[in-house]
């Protein structure tokens, strides 16, 4: 089991940046990936970026492509989306979720942090 806390949401301008954090405890020796989802009132959940822990390839959604980094921080246990050039649209309820080896929808997840871009 892999506890997962996010952190770091809140309001901010389009145009503006934050960086979200997420903090894993537990059996994160258990970890094959790592990744950030995203939730907008009315919509489906939504992949936004991820990484592998072996390979250490990073991957991202079309839409956040150039302005959203992934990162992590190995001695913290703690995995970062750094995002810029926020937008509108970006507005929603992000998620950090691991990935013990069957896919994301069936590992860990966390509780969730708002995001809110205004115009």
């Known amino acids: 089991q892999v506890q997962l806390v996010e952190s770091g949401g809140g309001l901010v301008q389009a145009g503006g940046s934050l960086r979200l954090s997420c903090a894993a405890s537990g059996r994160t020796f258990s970890t094959y990936g790592m990744g950030w989802f995203r939730q907008a009132p009315g919509k489906e959940r939504e992949f936004v970026a991820a990484f592998s822990w072996s390979g250490g390839s990073t991957y991202y959604a079309d839409s956040v492509k150039g302005r959203f980094t992934i990162s992590r921080d190995n001695a913290k246990n703690t995995v970062y989306l750094q995002m810029n050039s926020l937008k509108p649209e970006d507005t929603a309820v992000y998620y950090c979720?691991?990935?013990?080896?069957?896919?994301?929808?069936?590992?860990?997840w966390g509780q969730g942090t708002q995001v809110t871009v205004s115009s």
């Open positions: 979720a691991a990935d013990h080896g069957l896919g994301y929808l069936d590992g860990s």
